[in-house]
């Protein structure tokens, strides 16, 4: 397992086979996504979007273009 050492400052550097394995350099970004509380996914940015497709699996219950307008406008209505 690869480990880093946070700094002072809250930076870390990414160990030379992480960054080999992401293919990312000298700035090139990443993100840390979220899986679960307390758990990070960290993934190079420069990916295609079409890379990360299933990444978080099926969802549970899927809901229409219909479902997620209504909604959308509700929210938007008690946000006034």
């Given amino acids: 397992m690869t480990t880093a050492t946070i700094t002072t400052k809250g930076q870390i550097t990414i160990p030379a086979d992480v960054r080999k394995a992401l293919s990312v350099g000298t700035g090139d970004r990443v993100e840390f996504v979220q899986i679960e509380p307390g758990q990070f996914l960290f993934v190079a940015a420069n990916r295609s979007v079409t890379e990360l ?6 969802p549970a219950k899927s809901v229409s273009i219909e479902d997620m307008n209504r909604t959308i406008a509700a929210r938007g209505a008690s946000a006034r």
């Fill in 53 to 58: 497709k299933g990444m978080f699996g099926k």
